[in-house]
């Protein structure tokens, strides 16, 4: 097969130009012969044993060329991808230009594909990399969410309802004064403040003491989820039958002991060692996403619409994915939010034509540098894919290549480590206060002779070893 390409003066825009040999395409042909024998039912004959001449008579040559073309065809084209290197994004328009007996079959291919990409400059990109250090207000708020987990109700005497408490409550619900399913219950234990029941309603709870019994008027939201209730005024019958207030423990060794730890100090270090390790996290992730927009804003590429729309269906598809997971079709999750497929993608768009361009940069980058993928790296993966999945090694990988994922496998490891490159190569800022640590002077401290003879001997122990 012999392809050539040309470059057209539209914009990124290919032509391919490829001849199959008379007796390639001739295969094409026979088997199309072979495919409609099997099928057409003429007297006197088998199925399958029809002669070419006959099947000349009843379909017609051009229908059995049209039928090899549109099996052979597409693997034809395929073919001519691989062999020049192109890299389309679209459907290619395919023309023949010659096609017959005797002859070698010639098509050619208009096809858009992947834009150049003119690289500014992306080493030494500097980047402000967030605190990690705990701050004492987050430091305190984990301890009190445990001092809240740990916390007892005691029952509240002379008093009435304040925000905060709990009150054990029956109630009943009415509309037009008809109960309505699902209004009503007893030794219902609330939290006042808590936002649990429609809006209004706790408020009104407030002040009420004891054995009270009060009517409180309240409207149903708009969006409320039973269609039967939404945006309807309701009365609610309330009895408070009970009066509770929340007591924390005192913060101590005692309490400490009582969540797996000697001291408060040591409850307030491991605090923070697992705040530090999200806040690690966090700010890792956010370099990161800084640091190649950054490289993407500064470089020039012309992003094709129809990438973004593709990069839109692998978005839709991804978000199906994670809803079916949550237990909703696509479908019926865009008919509870009131959201359309059209307003999805619209809303997407920006975000799918970014994700776009910044591929196309770090692939550009990866080209640059040299940044390749090993077959050690891509085992590696497809291991980890194996013992999340509990499948073995080998029937993970049949699948990556039945499927035909290995490139995009591929693809995505080397992104991976192009995104890795930029960030060795970055110029990390420190937060504010560690670079004012630096700058403070370091207090002189004495040292006893005695100590600076034991340095010495250490290091004449190092020399001699």
Not at 182 to 210: H, R
Not at 225 to 241: H, I, M
Request: charged residues 40%.
């Amino acid at each position: 097969m012999k392809t050539e390409v040309e470059r057209l003066e539209e914009k990124d825009t290919i032509l391919l130009r490829v001849e199959v040999p008379t007796d390639e395409f001739g295969k094409a042909v026979d088997d199309a012969y072979s495919r409609i024998s099997k099928q057409l039912i003429v007297p006197g004959f088998r199925k399958g044993k029809v002669p070419k001449a006959v099947i000349n008579s009843r379909v017609g040559k051009e229908s059995v060329q049209q039928e090899a073309l549109q099996k052979a065809l597409p693997r034809y084209y395929v073919n001519a991808v691989k062999e020049t290197e192109i890299e389309p994004v679209d459907q290619p328009e395919v023309d023949v230009i010659q096609v017959g007996d005797g002859k070698p079959l010639i098509f050619t291919a208009k096809v858009r594909v992947k834009p150049e990409v003119k690289l500014s400059e992306y080493k030494g990109i500097k980047v402000k990399k967030q605190s990690t250090e705990p701050s004492e207000e987050e430091t305190n708020e984990q301890i009190e969410a445990m001092r809240n987990n740990f916390a007892s109700l005691e029952p509240v005497e002379g008093r009435p309802v304040k925000e905060s408490d709990f009150a054990l409550i029956n109630f009943e619900g009415f509309i037009d004064d008809k109960p309505f399913e699902g209004g009503s219950a007893n030794d219902y234990l609330l939290e006042i403040g808590s936002g649990t029941f429609i809006p209004g309603f706790e408020n009104q709870i407030v002040g009420m003491k004891k054995g009270e019994i009060k009517d409180i008027m309240v409207t149903f939201p708009e969006d409320y989820g039973n269609d039967q209730l939404a945006g309807k005024e309701a009365r609610f019958r309330v009895l408070v039958k009970e009066i509770k207030e929340k007591k924390l423990q005192e913060l101590n060794d005692d309490f400490a002991k009582q969540v797996g730890f000697d001291t408060v100090d040591e409850l307030r270090a491991d605090i923070q060692n697992k705040i530090r390790d999200v806040k690690n996290k966090h700010a890792d992730s956010e370099f990161r996403g800084e640091l190649i927009d950054k490289v993407t804003d500064a470089t020039e590429v012309d992003v094709h619409n129809a990438m973004v729309e593709n990069e839109l269906d692998e978005m839709v598809e991804e978000f199906a994915g994670d809803v079916k997971r949550q237990g909703l079709e696509l479908d019926k999750y865009l008919e509870l939010t009131g959201m359309t497929m059209e307003k999805l993608r619209e809303d997407w768009h920006d975000r799918a034509r970014n994700r776009v361009k910044s591929r196309l940069v770090l692939e550009a980058i990866a080209r640059a540098e040299n940044i390749e993928v090993t077959p050690e790296e891509v085992d590696n993966e497809i291991k980890k894919a194996a013992e999340a999945t509990g499948r073995d090694f080998e029937e993970v990988k049949q699948i990556f290549l039945m499927k035909g994922t290995m490139g995009d496998l591929q693809k995505r490891l080397q992104i991976g480590k192009t995104i890795d490159w930029l960030v060795d190569n970055a110029v990390i800022e420190e937060p504010e206060e560690k670079a004012e640590e630096k700058a403070k002077p370091k207090k002189k401290e004495k040292v006893e002779k005695k100590e600076v003879k034991e340095e010495e001997k250490i290091q004449d122990d190092k020399g001699t070893e």
